[in-house]
């Protein structure tokens, strides 16, 4: 039963994410400048929708090594997914709602775009990404399968390329302040990356 519990609470998290990011994503700036759409669907989306199926049911994968479990199937290491995912949602939508009107879900320029560096943004140039990858971290320990581990590493490399292209705009657009900035910050993790 605590299992179950667990497992409703972790898609309810999920949920309440999903929930909060369409409703903010209303009344963000214009665009001034944005990324190709095939660039957009190849290196953002598509890694995504493939993490979400990893993640998906594990009746999916059959006997496959996807399913091989890499934790213990255990209460504990449920909660702790339950905890390291809701933990990894509250930073990516306290990130989010700092950036306010300045979003967007793909690498854009928007028309007086601010350079945020209030809140978790003081330690980390991708607050959002950290939460998100924290988050997926926590839901490859409930799931506890390969396949987990396999969703946040594919994750992790579409972040890492869209925080390059990310940055690369955003030091053409401020210049010096955002040099300045991002020699003072981590881009994803505090004292390690």
């Not at 290196?43 to 399913?67: M, N």
Request: hydrophobic share 50%; glycine share 8%; with cysteine.
């Amino acid at each position: 039963m605590y299992e179950a519990i667990l497992g409703w609470l972790h898609h309810l998290a999920w949920l309440g994410f999903l929930l909060y990011w369409l409703a903010s994503a209303l009344g963000t700036k214009q665009v001034a400048r944005a990324e190709r759409v095939w660039l957009r669907l190849a290196a953002y989306w598509l890694p995504l929708a493939l993490a979400i199926v990893l993640l998906g049911p594990g009746e999916w994968f059959g006997d496959s090594l996807l399913q091989e479990r890499f934790v213990p199937k255990s209460p504990w290491f449920k909660t702790l997914g339950l905890l390291l995912t809701i933990a990894g949602i509250a930073l990516a939508c306290r990130a989010r709602q700092l950036l306010g009107r300045n979003w967007s879900s793909e690498v854009q320029i928007k028309q007086d775009h601010e350079l945020i560096q209030a809140g978790p943004y003081r330690y980390v140039r991708h607050p959002i990404y950290s939460g998100l990858l924290l988050a997926i971290l926590g839901t490859a320990i409930k799931v506890g399968d390969w396949r987990g581990l396999l969703a946040l590493a594919i994750v992790t490399a579409s972040f890492w390329y869209k925080l390059r292209h990310e940055e690369r705009w955003l030091h053409e657009q401020f210049g010096e302040p955002y040099a300045a900035y991002r020699q003072r910050t981590w881009a994803l993790i505090p004292g390690l990356l």
